[in-house]
Each structure stands twice: as C-alpha cells, then as structure tokens.
C-alpha cells in the first residue's frame, strides 16, 4: 500500500512559479512510477507528467513539457512538480499518482489508467 500526500499548493499570478510536492510512503520509492495530475472544474482529469523513480525517465504532456518539469529528492522519498511561466488554465487540483514498479507500464505515464494509488489533491489557482 502506498501513501501518497501533496503538499504546495496555492495561489499565483500569470507568469509566476510554483512547486508541488509529493510525499511517499510504504513501498520502496526507488522502484514506484509515479505521475502528476490536474483536474480543472468540469473537465476530465489529464495527466501531465509521469517518471520511474529508479531510472528517473520521464515524460510530459505536450500542453506542459516546456514550462513544467518534474524532480526528486529520494532521500526523502518525495516528488516535485516545478511549474513555470504559469497561466491561468493552469488552475486546477493538483495530483499525485503511484504504482508499483513491477506493475508500471512505461507507455502509460500520462493515463489514469496507469496508476493505482492516489494523493488527496492540493489545489493550485493562477490569477491574471
């Protein structure tokens, strides 16, 4: 069972920056993928961003690969999204994603579908 808790949400104006994180706990960080979600109200929630910890391969949306980028610090088990040059269809909740190494499909990074456990949400509002 993995927990996962975010953390760093809030609000921004257009242009600025923002970093979220997320906390893992209960399975060995090294071998989790783990993703970074958003949900805007009244639209489907897309993925945007995945890695392998072990590795540290990832990927990213297209609507995000030149703005946002995603980090780690695996001393503390924990994951970052920096956001720059933020705008105001950036606002939205904010989540993070896991799933076991062994059962992690590469391909699937950026799909709800990919991913078993889920954080609780931190929202995140970018005003103009």
């Known amino acids: 069972q993995v927990t996962l808790v975010e953390s760093g949400g809030g609000s921004v104006q257009a242009g600025g920056s923002l970093r979220l994180s997320c906390a893992a706990s209960g399975y060995t960080y090294s071998r989790l993928c783990m993703g970074w979600f958003r949900q805007a109200p009244g639209k489907e929630r897309e993925g945007i961003g995945g890695?392998?910890?072990?590795?540290?391969?990832?990927e990213y949306a297209d609507s995000v690969k030149a703005r946002f980028s995603i980090s780690q610090d695996s001393a503390k088990n924990t994951l970052h999204l920096e956001m720059n040059s933020m705008r105001p269809e950036d606002t939205s909740a904010y989540y993070c994603a896991a799933i076991e190494g062994n059962n992690c499909d590469l391909n699937r990074l950026l799909e709800i579908s990919g991913y078993t456990y889920w954080g609780q949400g931190t929202q995140v509002t970018v005003s103009s």
């Open positions: 890695i392998y910890t072990g590795s540290g391969y990832t």
